[in-house]
């Protein structure tokens, strides 16, 4: 991993280009294989580097640099002058710096032969260059508090950080950037936040990831009299008019239990189905019909749905109980992101009812808790409100 010189040892992983261009590969594949081998280290190698950084890309060297420090590039540039007995001026001419600079550089990075090693002058450069400050988190116990007590409430911290701006719009203290509470949850060194809390972020990891490469199609039937999305009004599209919800099925081990899922698009607002029996075409309707049955007129105008098949008698929600103007439209196949406020609230329900387990175990009581505290949770769509404030808003005007 590393060769010592006279008390330093030098890593690939102190080289931020190297770094970033492995969680480029990493980003890209989804393989920390693919990403080793893009960079030249063992794969046990990276795993080290991307544990020890809790899995969150380190910001320095996401951006060109600034000219105003040796990168190791440039430093590999003083090595390989020197190795031809090229002057330090005409070296510093050609890498834009300082002739000063350039003979400081040399003292450093002098091996005890008396040479100079553009790894040891890197691994003296990082060394020298650690600074730590004290995490916001760390230095103001009021705001760790409050972001711990709403990662309790199982807001994310885009969510946290978003309100923390509504709540507190005079108070800077008091504001934190999103990235900050994930590197306090994943980088425990920084002793911001408790490691148990990362457990009531959406996907319940200890380390961040990118998001894998969608590559698993399911083969579906085809449903007769389908209404394409479209031929949706455009007042459906830009959510100009409340009324409009997106579905959807979260299904159970094996498929074997499934909770119905409905996201009202102009307001965030969601609404889940008791399915305890069976999550067929007749379970899904009835369940269907009840819930938007409770709701005022204006807000019942469309849904959108997949291609499933538990909707293959869409027929029987339109033109009846649910208004004469009530239509369901069908996503294409494969197209998820065709109904993407309906597809974030079912990760967001992940956190709740976890994949591979039993759904029908779950109670109506539970679903309605569970609706509650999501319609509680504050929305960076909505500027932060709370998909409940704005519903009620809409219903009192």
Not at 103 to 116: D, K, M, N, Q
Not at 192 to 201: E, F, Q
Not at 282 to 302: G, N, Y
Not at 353 to 364: C, I, N, Q, Y
Request: with cysteine.
């Amino acid at each position: 991993m590393g060769v010592s010189m006279a008390g330093r040892v030098f890593s690939w992983r102190m080289v931020p280009s190297v770094v970033q261009r492995a969680w480029e590969v990493y980003a890209q594949t989804s393989s920390q294989g693919a990403a080793a081998a893009g960079v030249g280290v063992d794969r046990s190698t990276l795993t080290l580097w991307f544990a020890a950084d809790g899995g969150v890309r380190p910001r320095q060297g996401r951006t060109a640099g600034n000219g105003n420090r040796l990168t190791f590039e440039d430093r590999c540039a003083i090595e390989a002058g020197l190795a031809v007995e090229e002057s330090q001026t005409s070296i510093a001419a050609r890498i834009g710096f300082d002739k000063s600079t350039v003979s400081r550089e040399i003292a450093r990075g002098r091996l005890a032969t008396g040479r100079y090693s553009a790894k040891r002058g890197q691994a003296v450069a990082v060394t020298n260059g650690k600074r730590p400050r004290a995490c916001k988190l760390v230095a103001n116990p009021r705001l760790r508090a409050r972001v711990e007590q709403d990662l309790g409430k199982r807001y994310s911290p885009q969510q946290i950080a978003g309100r923390l701006r509504e709540d507190f719009p005079n108070d800077p203290e008091m504001w934190v950037h999103h990235n900050t509470i994930y590197e306090a949850l994943y980088i425990q060194a920084r002793g911001a936040l408790r490691a148990d809390l990362a457990k009531n972020l959406r996907t319940g990891r200890i380390r961040r990831r990118p998001r894998r490469p969608d590559g698993y199609e399911e083969r579906r039937g085809s449903i007769p009299d389908m209404l394409m999305i479209s031929e949706r009004p455009a007042e459906v599209a830009d959510r100009a008019v409340p009324g409009h919800w997106e579905g959807d099925l979260i299904t159970g081990r094996m498929n074997g239990s499934a909770i119905g899922t409905l996201v009202e698009r102009t307001t965030n607002y969601t609404l889940l189905l008791h399915l305890p029996a069976d999550h067929g075409t007749q379970a899904v309707t009835d369940a269907l019909i009840a819930r938007l049955a409770e709701l005022p007129a204006q807000l019942r105008r469309s849904v959108t749905w997949d291609q499933g098949k538990e909707l293959a008698t869409h027929s029987k929600l339109t033109g009846g109980v649910l208004g004469e103007d009530f239509k369901v439209y069908f996503c294409e196949p494969h197209s998820p992101w065709q109904r993407a406020v309906n597809e974030n609230t079912n990760g967001l329900l992940r956190q709740y009812f976890p994949k591979g387990t039993d759904l029908s175990v779950h109670s109506a009581e539970d679903l309605a808790w569970v609706e509650q505290e999501l319609n509680d949770r504050p929305r960076r769509r909505l500027n932060y409100a709370r998909p409940s404030e704005v519903i009620n808003d809409l219903l009192l005007h």
